[in-house]
């Protein structure tokens, strides 16, 4: 896997995309990936272990591949569908100017995306840290995922950095589709922990539900079987 840095980035070049959200042990394993990179010199070559990404998260780079690429999983004869790999860039930004910049970053691509149409779309997801214990309220929005395209994902780290007004912008322009599974109770949790309305939102499930008939509540990994299985 290549890596590099640039400002407050961390660019990954391959991840797995399971479409399963983030737990606290990988977004933990993350930051101490990210800590550990920027504490080992660059020449350092001892073979010392490192603590490694969650598998769920890391894959070979495939640079023949398509930005959204099936792939067998050959080491699980249990699995019949295959796995998807998002072979893009995926950019993790921590600080408030990296998530300012990737929010100009962001705008850029979906002002070339309006000159072919009259509305353009991010793929959008949230992550926080949950509670279990009684009357203990659940944190605020820690991470927030958007992908203007099919080349490019965002990973910002608002629990650093806060929501830019560039990035607030966005999140407030109706204009540009929010897309994403059970997104409304995401809108909801973002208004109640930054007091930022999230426009433009439109829920997967409900599309689904109107393609597929019936009432049932789906995530992005239910929704990614049944395409394989009707496909």
């Known amino acids: 896997m290549e890596k590099e840095e640039e400002g407050g980035f961390t660019r990954l070049a391959s991840f797995v995309c399971d479409c399963e ?3 606290e042990d990988d977004l933990e394993a993350i930051e101490a990936s990210l800590s550990n990179n920027k504490k080992r010199p660059f020449n350092d070559h001892t073979h010392t272990p490192r603590r490694r990404l969650p598998k769920s998260l890391i894959a070979l780079q495939h640079p023949n591949a398509s930005s959204f690429s099936p792939h067998p999983r050959p080491c699980d004869s249990r699995m019949t569908l295959p796995v998807m790999k998002f072979s893009g860039q995926i950019s993790y930004s921590r600080t408030f100017d990296a998530v300012e910049k990737a929010a100009t970053k962001l705008l850029q ?9 009259m509305q353009t779309a991010i793929g959008f997801d949230i992550e926080w840290k949950p509670t279990f214990r009684k009357g203990v309220p659940p ?3 820690a991470v927030m995922q958007i992908c203007g395209d099919t080349r490019h994902c965002h990973v910002l780290h608002l629990i650093h950095s806060g929501i830019p007004q560039n990035l607030q912008l966005l999140l407030e322009d109706p204009t540009v589709l929010k897309v994403g599974a059970g997104i409304d109770g995401d809108a909801v949790k973002v208004f109640r922990d930054y007091n930022i309305s999230v426009k433009g939102v439109t829920d997967l499930s409900f599309h689904a539900n109107q393609k597929l ?4 509540k789906w995530g992005l990994a239910s929704l990614t079987e049944n395409f394989y299985q009707t496909a």
């Open 21 to 23: 959200p983030l737990t």
């Open 109 to 117: 691509i979906l002002q070339e995306k309006t000159t072919d149409m």
């Open 213 to 216: 008939g019936g009432d049932h």
């Open 139 to 141: 944190g605020k929005v």
